[in-house]
């Protein structure tokens, strides 16, 4: 039986991300945002539903939000919530209808929903519920629908588009019975617009279900940073994963699997997983990096890959055929039907012995060892997360290798770049060939595997190293023990003062390392999934970089310091995000993915653990990239650039992540629905809030056309 708490909690994670992107993205056409005194004076007008909205949502304000028995609190560094919200949020879908939510001053996104997130509904006749992210989601879908003159789809067309019965009602109900994982309404049925809604829809419900599963099987956490280093990187991984990509409302969800596939192969169950194998015919195969080196032998010793070479033997393909790695789950419930010629004719041919245990990182298809292997392996899954599907082409695979080549070529140029940085070894990787030799085709992407090695210089036999995935530091402090446990090791105070001055440390360095690759024209993708922090006795001494294929680059400055074009295959007739022509197009990569998605997201879990204003930790912020900027010792045209971008223009781009979800229609499978838009310059934001405490007006934040641009269109 599930656990209600775990739900609660679950819910209230997704319905804080949820809200917090409508707002930032302008999706509450029409929100309204009242002091208290206007509330007040709102109740005191006899607007029954807004009243009946209030009194719930101010009566479940008292409570905290599903923590009962030890779950992460992360209100708690805001204080106690004895009020819904500094501010209240009106907002009116349709008719007398009204719904209500607290909201709090940021000066990211000028608004931002309270931490309990709660949402109350209330309608004329008095009577009141508090909305679950996925109700939510239908009021917001279906107000757009309305506002755009479409025909809005009955309960017949979203029932055979999704699988899902459609609540009757204002305040319809979460939604009933799952589609099929991923299902999206085809576009006949009742619009495109509102297909991608109903699939969004959808992720949140199973979002919600998914996080309440983690809660479950969450363990305990004590002294990571303690444990030798592989296990330390492993456990920090599963704390990384409990996040996941932090403010994405559906980011947990891994549309495909159900609870058992959940409890079996995700990063946080912290399950052995037993590779399986394929034996593909050595002339339907693409390789890079290995030479004649074979998967087993990189990733396995001896005595683990004798059964698998015995079996390869006995069967007579140990000299026509490979054995490449792959995922069981990828093996039994993907395979068969993606390559049914291949398997038909004997090209691949699925092996018995089931050779090699690995563990799942955050990332879910990147795998790596304990003790029978120091090296990772990165295989494609069948699923979708973040709305694209998690395969693993050649095209990547290539651009992969063209990417990290460049930024070796850098760290030779760049003294503090070849201390600092460090780059995972992502040349050693083999794919299913298409028989029409179409790199582009979708089947064969399902079949690959790519190798990846950590740098000797960071090897486990030097135990004063440990590894931080970024990603990590974005969990709260309650679910990971990590920011004290560092503290403690660095001899700094368990207080705020003492992360302030942590936080500070690795803004500096991160930024810093990223700046001097901007000075060559580069901008990794250095979410803090990628980003991995290392610690050499505790200081922060280095950045490790991993998953190279999407190395932004801006040509001219490429060539400026002596470098080429590094070639990236790219779809053709397809919009890219590989390269940028104007500098400022490939900083704001930096902004969204290295602030936005990974900074910020530490910055967020550091104001709510330990108490801290958000201002203050903007002000860091800009302290730490001034410092960076200083340090990185740019040419004085690209530090004006710069300079004018972080620090002086009225805008910065904004990562969108709600708006290219509902519009979904993906022309590159597997790609994740992108679009980019405007949001104020935090640093002038926070300096006009501390001198302006009057109620904030909304933001104007426009929005550029949405681009379907995968991570380099392949």
Known sequence: ?????????????????????????????????????????????????????????????????????????????????????????????????????????????????????????????????????????????????????????DAADVAAATGMARAAGMMAGAAGAAAPAGTAAPAGTAGAAEAGAEAFIDMLRQTAEQIAWSLERRAPVKDLLALPQDRSLLALERCAALRDRPFHPVAKVKLGWGRAECGLYTAEAGQPIRLRWMAVRRDRLLSGGAGEALPQSLLLPADVRAPLEQELRRRGLDGTHIALPVHPWQLEQVLPQRLQPELASGVCVPLDTAAGTFYATSSVRSLMSLGESPQHVKLPLGIRSLGGQRYLSAIKLMNGVRAESLLRQVRALDPVLGERLHLCEEGSWWALAPKDKDLFAENPRHLSAMIRRYPPALAAADDSIRLVPMSALAAHEAETGLLPEWLRLRGLPNTAQGALKLFREIAVLFSELLLRLLRFGLVPEAHGQNAVLVLKEGQVHGLLLRDHDALRVHVPWLRKAGLEDPGYMLRPGVPNSLYHDTPQQLLAFFQMLGIQVNLFAIMDSVSRDYGLAERSMWAALESALLTALAQAGLPSDQEEIVRASLFMNEHWPWKQIVRPLLAQSAKVPGSMPYSKGETSNPFLAAKLQAADSQSPQPVSRRSTPLQEVPYGAN
Request: glycine residues 10%; charged residues 25%; hydrophobic residues 45%.
């Open 1 to 153: 039986m599930p656990d209600k708490r775990y739900e609660e909690e679950a819910e209230r994670r997704v319905m804080e991300d949820l809200l917090n992107a409508l707002l930032a993205e302008e999706l509450l056409v029409g929100l309204q945002v009242l002091t208290p005194q206007e509330v007040r004076a709102a109740i005191g007008e006899a607007d029954p539903a807004f009243a009946a909205a209030w009194k719930l949502l101010d009566g479940a304000s008292a409570i905290a939000p599903g923590d009962e028995q030890g779950l992460a609190r992360p209100e708690a560094g805001q204080g106690a919530i004895s009020a819904p919200g500094e501010l209240i949020g009106l907002w009116r879908p349709h008719g007398e209808a009204a719904v209500v939510f607290g909201l709090r001053r940021s000066p990211w996104q000028r608004l931002r929903c309270m931490p309990a997130a709660r949402v109350a509904a209330g309608r004329a006749d008095g009577a009141a519920e508090l909305l679950a992210p996925a109700a939510w989601m239908r009021l917001v879908a279906e107000h757009r629908t309305e506002a755009s003159g479409t025909r809005p789809a």
